[in-house]
C-alpha cells in the first residue's frame, strides 16, 4: 500500500450519526500466480451500509502463499476526527452481529433479536 500507514479507504457515504446503521462486508482473498509465484491483485473487500454499497475494491493482493487464509474477523472502528470537536462524550453501540457465508441484508425495522 502506498503512504506512510497504507492507503485510507473510506465509506461513501458514511454512516449516520444518531442512527442505527446495518454493514455487511465481503472479503475474498486473491489467486495466485502460478507461473511468477507471486499474488494477483484479484482479491475483493466490499462493504454495505443499509443496503447500499458504500465502498469497493476489486484490485487486492492480500497475500502471496496459498496457506494465507481468513482466520478471523477484526471490527476496527475510527470514531472521531469530526470537525467541529463535540461538547460532548460521543458513543458507538454495536448489536446483532454475525458472520456468515451469504449476504444477510438489513433485518427489517422492529425485528431485530
Known sequence: MRGRYGENWRFKPRLEHSRWNCVEQHCKLNTL?????????????????VGQVA???????????DSLKIEEVWGNV???GEKPVPNEDIHLNCDNLVIARQPIGPLPVGKAQ
Do not use: M, P, Q
Request: charged letters at 40%; zero cysteines; glycine letters at 12%.
Open 33 to 49: 500466480d502460478e507461473a511468477s509465484g507471486r499474488g494477483k491483485s484479484d482479491g475483493i473487500l466490499r462493504v454495505w451500509t
Open 78 to 80: 475510527y470514531h472521531g
Open 55 to 65: 465502498f469497493e475494491k476489486t484490485d487486492i493482493r492480500f497475500r502471496d502463499v
